[in-house]
């Protein structure tokens, strides 16, 4: 009889134990895949472009080191666009102040050109040829750099220089 009820109540032990043990599983397997929910979702926002995404991270587990490394990652990729971001508004900006400089340059000679043709069609001919002159300076000037011109270039451009300053010097002369 003694021993029928210490098998009772070992079962009866053994019984509880189990049960506490299943409830208590259950409790800590719904924290760690709660947490898990909330990383899969977070990562889940990333995906469809929503590089704010953040995840509520408590603890010290593996789980919370996880959302950790995933909340810098985050803020990371954050920077990164927004460099990217500025780097192709600066692109953006160059391009547009490159494209202004080869409009004024053109936009010069069509009106150097114009009033060349002007001078011509009223025989003022010192205008004519000192509008040239400028023509060949300033085309000289925005095609070449410091340092890809030879000597034979910048004697060239001697001509129409010295040209321009005799009729400024001599009134037009």
Known sequence: ADVEAF????????????????????????????????????????RQGDYTAHVEVAGNDEVAQLGQTFNKMTVRISKLIGEIYETEE?????????????????????????IHWM?????????????????????YSLNSTQFDTSVKQEVEMLSP??????????NGV
């Open 7 to 46: 098998e009772r109540s070992f079962l009866v032990v053994l019984l509880g134990t189990a049960v506490l043990l299943v409830v208590l599983s259950h409790f800590i397997s719904r924290g760690i895949s709660r947490s898990l929910v909330a990383l899969n979702a977070a990562m889940d926002r990333v």
């Open 119 to 139: 001078a011509v069609l009223h025989g003022f001919d010192n205008i004519s040829k000192m509008v040239n002159a400028l023509v060949q300076i300033l085309r």
């Open 90 to 114: 600066k692109k953006h900006r160059s391009d547009m102040l490159a494209l202004q400089a080869q409009i004024n340059p053109h936009f010069l000679y069509n009106t150097l050109n114009s």
């Open 161 to 170: 220089y010295l040209f321009i300053q005799n009729v400024r010097y001599n």
